[in-house]
């Protein structure tokens, strides 16, 4: 009986022995947490320190396409799924990674981006104030996101910053600060932002913010279109050949063409381009929900499609200074919508009025004609 015992004893020690944590050595001489399975035997990865297995997971969150890819891998496992939260991992998260649809909003979407903010991730920090600052309408929040973003030197945040204050979003039209958007433009057009150089050119230009240089508002304009045409021949447009006349083989361009988009280009490389995980949320967030509005009447939408940026008071957007139907947010939305469609639809107001006194007069000779 006394034997027996102690062999269930002995038994049951080893089993806990053989499930517990055991500790190694690190290399530095601290001790890192590595599990043994029953009988003695690791996994592949048991042995490996939790430094360097964070180090991995970071490597693979910096190159994820969607946040499912770094959720797959934290699903291994338990221990997958702790280290994978670590602040190293969620702060090198890709674009791709933290990039969330708006068909997919949630409060845990939301809460995955506030950790990714709050490790330090600048995509997710911008992501979130933005989503915050239009589609929540929490301006404080959003604005402070947006502005940790920009201050770590985010082109899109310093872009997005210049266009809230030039059009005084979230606050009252005296609320505007041209010189402070002329220069968040500057430091993200420093930055590669090409939207932003174009803007700025346009501020330069116009001295709008800025003391005015129609030279050096050319010359900006000028760089902008260059930055433009380069970034077209590098992601390969289809198309731009066609639209240069150079089909098969070097041919004379056609008298319309020229590479100056801001002086009559007909390129529309810039036009095509892929819009910012940020706006295509506020697209998809506002397509599917109905505008907010004021005591003076309906919010719209700028009218460059892959913006999606709406307004926060009335008559916050400038409207086109033709037509007067469509609204935008920057000068530069007003540039890459009139290349794109506007410059064939766009129509004179006059010519409108005209033809509703037309259609008035009409109507009013018929009225009369009637026994």
Known sequence: MGARRGARALSRQDGEAGEKRRRMPDGDGSAAPVVAHAGGKQGAFD??????????????????????????????????????????????????????????????????????????????????????????????????LIAAAALRGHAEALYSLAIIHFNGSGRSKDARNLLAGAQLCARAASQGHNDALRELGHCVSDGYGVRRSLSCGRRLLIQANFRELCATF????????????????????????????????????????????????????FASRPMGTTSDGALRLCSQPACG??????????????????????????????????????????????????????????AMAMP
Not at 236 to 242: D, M, S
Not at 248 to 276: P, W
Not at 322 to 351: D, F, P
Request: hydrophobic share 45%; charged share 20%.
């Open 47 to 144: 042995a490996l320190h939790d430094e360097l297995v964070v180090s991995i997971f970071a490597d693979v969150a910096a190159s994820t396409d969607s946040p499912a890819d770094l959720f797959t891998v934290m699903l291994t496992c338990r221990r997958f799924r702790e280290l994978g939260q670590n602040k190293p991992v969620l702060a090198r998260a890709s674009l791709g990674c933290v990039t969330v649809r708006a068909g997919a909003w949630c409060d845990d979407a939301h809460r995955f981006l506030l950790r990714c903010a709050d490790a330090g991730n600048v995509d997710a920090s911008y992501l979130l104030g933005m989503i915050r600052f239009y589609c929540l309408e929490s301006r404080r929040s959003g604005s402070a």
């Open 234 to 285: 590098v992601t390969g447009v289809p198309g731009f050949a066609a639209a240069l006349g150079l089909i098969g083989e070097c041919k004379t361009l056609r008298a319309h063409m020229c590479l100056l988009s801001d002086f009559g280009c007909h390129i529309t490389g810039a036009a095509v381009r892929q819009a910012h995980a940020a706006n295509a949320f506020l697209v998809e967030w």
């Open 309 to 366: 940026r709406p307004e926060t008071r009335q008559h916050e957007f400038r409207r086109c200074s033709v037509c007067g139907v469509v609204i935008y947010c920057s000068r530069a939305c007003q540039a890459l919508h009139w290349k794109a469609t506007h410059k064939n639809e766009c129509t004179r107001m006059g010519h409108w009025l005209a033809a509703a006194n037309v259609n008035a007069n009409a109507v009013a000779a018929a």
